[in-house]
């Protein structure tokens, strides 16, 4: 009898997908498989921003910050992203980007841990932890070491250098081949060496079941625009557990999170548990529109998104492998060992990924050679999913790929 989680599927869940899909505003007869790099507009971001550009800020000006809540935003947009990662109300903030804040815990961890020097990461980290990890360590200069490993070796070396490591640094989906890290064990096995444990969440809060909380995660951050909806930019979130909350001090310390912002002392006093992982003053717009998103994901439960995204994914993956045998999968084979997305290796993946585009189906493209495509079940459909597979086919048979305004690369790729 196999121990695997089971889901639902069938009628219940094309009734609970069909209303939320209604709540985003999808260009018609597009095939967006691309929420894994940016959400598509929901109908109430789009009224929400409307208003607070005419009614809030056009109107109150000034007066928006007290009598249109706006200073609240941050920790409101928290909670509502908490519910998702499980973890309690008041131990989630919106703020800044994942890079800041993933500045802002692994200054703590350090901290934290003061007698350790080592940092342990993964090679399917996302770059910019990897950068931000480098920068920080080069600047305190106190003989830290960044490890970065295979992700099948994460668990090896904690048992070789456990007692050197200061924290584990690790996304618990590959941003290129959705590998999914298992939080829960990697996170035990860290504390068992005595040493703290940061997960970014960035392509798996909205996209799969996530327990921050039974995990026992010391810090998580992740992004609000990819499965959360914010829209471009939109502000990013960090958690921290609630037995370090009253202790970080992270390196970054900015006047939102001082004790008391409007007291204007010169001498900083951090703020009450979350809010002292606040720095500067938080971009209302975008804030509100990640506010509004949020609301798409009430009565949802992730069980049911879970299993939506295996029937899509595992579907996608069949019929392009049936239609375009010569694409090869970069990304588990196992649904419960992959996130939300799939990644297919073909040389010229840029290219195609152009052409796919250009006939309505958007995908994107991660160097050196993989296709990616979202399977975001709010909004995506085993219809959008058949269709996808269908014109990749075309793009392949037809070579589309070839032509020459395929091949130009953008800045964004």
């Not at 375009?324 to 840029?350: I, K, M, N, T």
């Not at 959008?384 to 070839?402: F, K, M, N, S, Y």
Request: with cysteine.
């Amino acid at each position: 009898m196999s121990d695997r989680p089971t889901y639902p599927t069938g009628p219940r869940l094309d009734a609970i997908f069909t209303a939320t899909r209604a709540l985003f505003d999808l260009p018609e007869g597009l095939v967006y498989l691309d929420g894994n790099s940016l959400g598509p507009l929901t109908h109430a971001a789009r009224a929400r921003v409307t208003d607070e550009v005419a009614a809030q800020w056009g109107a109150k000006l000034i007066r928006g910050w007290n009598e249109s809540g706006w200073m609240d935003l941050p920790r409101e947009v928290g909670d509502r992203i908490a519910a998702l990662i499980g973890a309690p109300a008041g131990s989630v903030v919106a703020s800044d980007s994942t890079s800041v804040n993933l500045f802002k815990v692994l200054s703590a961890a350090l901290e934290m841990r003061p007698d350790r020097r080592v940092v342990l990461s993964d090679s399917g980290n996302f770059p910019t932890d990897v950068y931000v990890a480098q920068g920080l360590l080069a600047r305190l200069d106190r003989g830290h070491e960044l490890l970065v490993v295979e992700p099948e070796d994460v668990a090896d070396t904690m048992a070789a250098r456990g007692a050197e490591i200061a924290t584990i640094m690790l996304t618990q989906v590959d941003y290129r081949t959705a590998r999914l890290h298992d939080m829960a064990d990697l996170t035990r096995r860290a504390h068992d060496a005595g040493a703290l444990a940061i997960w970014d969440l960035a392509h798996s809060a909205g996209a799969l079941p996530v327990d921050v909380t039974s995990a026992g995660a010391d810090f998580a951050v992740g992004c609000g625009y990819k499965y959360l909806n914010g829209g471009p930019g939109a502000p990013a979130f960090v958690y921290v557990a609630s037995a370090h909350a009253e202790a970080v001090r992270p390196t970054l310390s900015g006047w939102m999170g001082h004790e008391s912002p409007f007291a204007f002392d010169l001498g900083y006093r951090p703020g009450p548990g979350i809010d002292r992982m606040r720095v500067g003053t938080p971009p209302i717009l975008s804030m509100a529109s990640l506010h509004a998103a949020l609301a798409v994901w009430e009565g949802v439960d992730m069980a049911d998104v879970r299993a939506r995204s295996i029937e899509l994914s595992e579907l996608f993956i069949a019929e392009v492998e049936r239609r375009c045998p010569e694409l090869v999968l970069e990304s588990p084979r196992d649904p419960q060992s992959r996130g939300s997305h799939v990644s297919f290796r073909f040389a010229h993946g840029y290219a195609a990924v152009q052409a796919l585009i250009s006939r309505g189906v958007v995908g994107d493209f991660r160097a050196p050679d993989m296709m990616r495509f979202g399977f975001a079940p709010l909004y995506v459909t085993p219809r959008d999913v058949v269709r996808g597979a269908t014109v990749l086919e075309t793009v392949l048979r037809e070579r589309l790929w070839d032509r020459p305004e395929f091949t130009q690369r953008q800045k964004v790729t």
